[in-house]
């Protein structure tokens, strides 16, 4: 009785982290390697994953006719471009947002003008620091 309790608590952890790991890759664009102990996914394929996701987002934002491009102090891994880019997303106003390590910068479509200090408001709550905005 305890063996198969146990066989079965096997089983559903595996099979959550298996659905943890999909979910991370194909919706919210992490790379499935991120971690805390991570810092950088160097050479791996989530790490292309991360980039291409990157562009395509990056592409969209260029349609819009208001966008801006935000420095960033203090992004060091996949985990910090996932907060950012979710801080930003959250303000009224903006529609889509990508950030870059490579670059230490995000990128944010608006469907209305929104002040800079909103926008680097949101990236200093999230815990790192704003640098210039520029259109």
């Not at 992490?30 to 791996?44: D, L, T, V």
């Not at 529609?95 to 995000?106: D, P």
């Not at 479509?109 to 949101?122: F, M, Q, W």
């Amino acid at each position: 009785m305890a063996a198969t309790i146990i066989l079965g608590v096997l089983i559903a952890a595996a099979f959550g982290y298996g659905l943890r790991t999909v979910y991370r890759s194909f919706f919210k664009g992490e790379a499935a390697c991120c971690s805390e102990s991570c810092g950088s996914c160097n050479g791996c394929d989530a790490k292309k994953a991360l980039d291409d996701g990157y562009r395509a987002r990056v592409e969209k934002i260029e349609r819009f006719p208001i966008h801006r491009t935000i420095d960033i102090d203090g992004m060091t891994c996949e985990k910090c471009i996932y907060r950012v880019v979710r801080a930003l997303e959250k303000i009224d106003g903006v529609t889509i947002a990508a950030a870059s390590l490579e670059k230490q910068s995000a990128q944010v479509g608006l469907k209305e003008n929104i002040s800079d200090e909103i926008l680097r408001e949101a990236i200093n709550k999230a815990g790192y620091k704003a640098g210039a905005v520029t259109a």
